[in-house]
């Protein structure tokens, strides 16, 4: 059953008039009062243990997915922030910021007294290190592949190529100001700098060593690592008294790193963890020994089940460089193969909501089933079938289905593989661990997987541009429509919300008629916590606000 009540609508506040200004307005007075206190706050100590999947990575260089970035958002604080409980985008360690008329130039002014974990002063010159860093081939052989971040600003393209060591758009005017400069208007370039991503790094050699940092980053953040990384064990952080904002309330976090929620769910129930995934089948028994949160996403003792929905989406991808899935008839058919409804109902017992389009609820933006073949029509995807030469699946190969082990996934493409046979189509499995499923992504070593899109920033760009904009390294479907990529740079250059959305959800309509993937779910938390945390909050975009949790 679905719970209307867990919709959470992300409305963005008009913040382009002009030239705006940041930070002496109510907006950052709403945000100071929870942002900066010197270690303020009483603390009482103890330790939070998080369950996460073993990550891809923990530096600000690689954050392409959720665990990761779990740990990277408490470890380093990044220009901005969007607030999901109050849904405002709030000031982080820039104190202030003004944006040119033309919504190309962008300059931050950084909070005084801030440093990094080893004491040294952040600094707008570490903001441009960090940024360029990323882009910077030297790195570690080859740029990060979320370096479309920053992908507009001036000079990208050359450092990408080698050309330069320097991004001609980004400069330190001074100490504390840090000055964008955009190749093209990119309104909503303000959100993006919220992201973990683009945290500043250390420019005085502490990260020099890459494999060295990259295992115990060096952050600005309310939290710091407490020794190294250990592969399939556990990152530990504890809490950073410098910190320029409000200092936890706990001692530190352990990430606890499980292989599978299931394990993790174990732990749980045997009280090694205070986060944890609800194994499948679980779900209401939880709700009933755990209590349900009041609003989905805040933990007390006695409402500790969170079952809010996310700023993100559950989809398959069609390799659209594989000789089959090129054919727009064959994704056609394979998405109106899939019973959604079936997948929410018998895998997560209702909580979830059939997708239909990429673009999840809660995103301006979003329309109900924006998709036309979003949807299941045995009929209609038969048709498609026999459109694209196959007939009742005659002649058809085996498709694999690809996807990492753990968390459901398997058991989805299960039935999957039992729609497809009730189409005709023959499909077997294929799992693998979720870095090296990561890899096999990235390198298009796969015809069918499956992959989550939780937004980095609440924005409908987020959600078109990373994913099918040309070569962009999140679009794993290996999609290229020039229209699209076109309409996308326009979109990014218009400062009035209402007529950018619209021609976003232009791209949308195209995006959907290609059959591009086939959306599946929209995600809805499926966490617990332990009763010996209150105020913990799990934001739709799955990150905790640990800084302000309490160990009774």
Not at 215 to 234: C, H, K, L, S, T
Request: glycine share 10%; net charge negative.
């Amino acid at each position: 059953m679905h719970n209307e009540e867990t919709k959470l609508k992300l409305d963005r506040r008009t913040f382009i008039k002009g030239t705006a200004v940041v930070g002496a307005s109510a907006l950052a007075a709403s945000a100071l009062s929870g942002c900066v206190g010197g270690g303020g706050g009483s603390s009482r100590g103890g330790t939070v243990r998080y369950y996460i999947n073993q990550p891809a990575c923990i530096d600000p260089f690689d954050l392409q997915e959720s665990e990761g970035t779990a740990v990277s958002a408490n470890l380093f604080d990044s220009l901005t922030k969007f607030d999901y409980r109050t849904q405002e985008l709030i000031p982080a360690a820039a104190e202030s910021w003004e944006i040119s008329d033309d919504a190309t130039v962008f300059t931050f002014k950084l909070r005084e007294g801030a440093t990094f974990h080893n004491g040294d002063p952040v600094t707008a010159a570490d903001f441009k290190f960090s940024w360029e860093r990323t882009c910077n081939p030297a790195t570690t052989d080859e740029p990060s592949v979320i370096s479309y971040h920053i992908d507009k600003v001036v000079g990208y393209d050359d450092m990408l190529e080698g050309k330069v060591t320097e991004l001609e758009g980004l400069k330190a005017l001074d100490e504390l100001t840090f000055e964008v400069t955009l190749v093209e208007p990119f309104a909503d370039f303000i959100y993006v700098a919220s992201h973990p991503a683009l945290g500043p790094v250390p420019s005085g050699g502490a990260a020099d060593d890459f494999a060295t940092f990259s295992r115990a980053p060096i952050g600005n953040g309310p939290f710091m690592m407490d020794g190294v990384w250990e592969d399939d064990q556990y990152i530990r952080t504890k809490r950073f008294d410098g910190y320029h904002g409000k200092v936890p309330n706990v001692d530190g976090c352990d990430f606890m790193i499980f292989e599978s929620p299931e394990t993790a769910f174990l732990e749980f129930q045997a009280g090694n963890l205070d986060l944890s995934m609800i194994s499948t089948g679980q779900i209401e028994s939880t709700k009933e020994t755990y209590g349900n949160s009041v609003d989905g996403y805040t933990s007390n003792p006695g409402a500790q089940t969170l079952m809010g929905a996310e700023s993100s989406t559950y989809y398959f991808i069609m390799n659209h460089k594989d000789e089959l899935f090129s054919n727009k008839d064959i994704r056609k058919a394979v998405s109106m193969a899939v019973n959604r409804q079936a997948i929410c109902d018998t895998i997560f017992e209702g909580t979830r909501i059939p997708g239909t389009g990429i673009v999840p609820p809660g995103i301006d933006g979003h329309r109900p089933d924006a998709w036309p073949y979003a949807k299941y029509d045995v009929e209609a995807a038969k048709q498609a079938l026999a459109d694209a030469g196959y007939p009742g699946g005659a002649g058809l190969p085996t498709i694999k289905l690809s996807c990492n082990s753990g968390g459901g996934h398997e058991e989805i493409m299960q039935m999957v593989q039992a729609d497809l046979e009730a189409i005709g189509v023959k499909a077997e499995l294929d799992t693998m661990e979720w870095a090296t499923y990561l890899t096999a992504l990235q390198n298009g070593e796969y015809q069918l997987g499956r992959l989550g899109w939780i937004a980095d920033y609440p924005i409908m760009d987020n959600f078109l541009y990373p994913l099918f904009y040309t070569d962009t390294g999140d679009n794993r479907s290996q999609y290229s429509n020039k229209d699209v990529d076109e309409k996308i740079i326009e979109a990014r250059s218009i400062t009035d919300d209402a007529a950018r959305i619209k021609l976003y959800q232009e791209v949308d309509d195209i995006l959907g008629e290609d059959a591009v993937v086939a959306p599946v779910m929209f995600y809805c938390h499926h966490d617990v916590c332990s009763e010996k945390v209150q105020n913990f909050f799990f934001g739709p975009n799955r990150v905790a606000a640990l800084s302000d949790v309490e160990i009774v």
